[in-house]
Each structure stands twice: as structure tokens, then as C-alpha cells.
């Protein structure tokens, strides 16, 4: 059944993340620029052990923390395996709203922080510790 092999895939895809793709984090990095003074988010997908894509979620730009719904629905589906997110503070560590998405939803978490240079970034994992991704 289709819906069934969907989540086999799901869960061996987001069970080991290790890498994202350097072409992603520039996009994030860009669309967090972009959306100044706002924060940015959207969902992460991977492919494999890799993080390879965002999936886009408009309503939530301007509005992380009130936009929990959306993200569950968003990591419903079956390539969602974390959330990334923009703090134009520059300060990149988890807010208490932050670590509370972060247990809730998804495996891998992401906080980008102004001037979203090259290394303004940190993973996170569901319980709120630092993990790391190779950038690939
Ligand atoms: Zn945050």
C-alpha cells in the first residue's frame, strides 16, 4: 500500500540525519536576509542521511511562534524531518517556545542567526542539545 511504504521511508530517512546540503543552507541563509526584520521558517526535508530541501511554509514568515499548527501538519508529511528558523537577534540559541516545538515535532532543528553568514547556524536535536551536520 502506498501509504504504508510511504512511512517506512519516513522513519529510515529522518532516523540517522547527518548532512545538509550547502545549496539549502545558502537558500536559508538568503530567505532569512529576505525576511528582515521578521524571522524566516519552514520545515526541512531529507533525502536519506541528508537534509536536501525546505518546504515553504508562507503563513509562518512573519510569525514562528504562533504558527505550531502549521508545522504540524507541514511534518505530517512523509519527507519532513525538522524545522529551520531565522533570529535576526543573532543570538542562535533555542527560545523556551523554540525547545518546546523542538520535542513536539520533527528530529533535526535549525536556528540561523543575523548576519546568516556561513557559520551563524546550529542544529539542534529534539531534545533541545547541539548535534552536528556536515555541510555537504
Ligand atoms: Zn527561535
Redesign the pocket.
Known amino acids: 500500500m502506498p501509504m504504508f511504504s510511504r512511512r517506512r521511508v519516513s522513519r529510515r530517512a529522518s532516523s540517522n540525519i547527518c548532512c545538509i546540503r550547502r545549496e539549502l543552507l545558502e537558500s536559508v541563509m538568503e530567505a532569512s536576509r529576505h525576511s528582515l526584520p521578521n ?1 524566516f521558517a519552514a520545515g526541512l526535508a531529507a533525502r536519506g542521511d541528508t537534509i536536501t530541501e525546505m518546504i515553504i511554509i508562507p503563513a509562518t514568515r512573519s510569525n ?2 504562533s504558527a505550531s499548527f502549521n508545522y504540524h501538519s507541514i511534518l505530517g508529511s512523509f519527507s519532513a524531518v525538522g524545522t529551520v ?3 535576526p537577534s543573532g543570538y542562535i540559541i ?2 523556551a ?2 525547545l518546546r516545538l523542538f520535542s513536539s515535532v520533527g528530529r533535526v532543528h535549525i ?1 540561523v542567526g543575523y548576519p546568516f553568514g556561513e557559520d551563524s547556524w546550529a542544529a539542534f536535536r529534539k531534545d533541545g542539545t547541539r548535534t552536528e551536520l556536515r555541510v555537504v
Do not use: L
Open positions: 524571522e514562528f511562534h528558523h531565522s533570529h533555542p527560545s517556545p523554540d536556528i
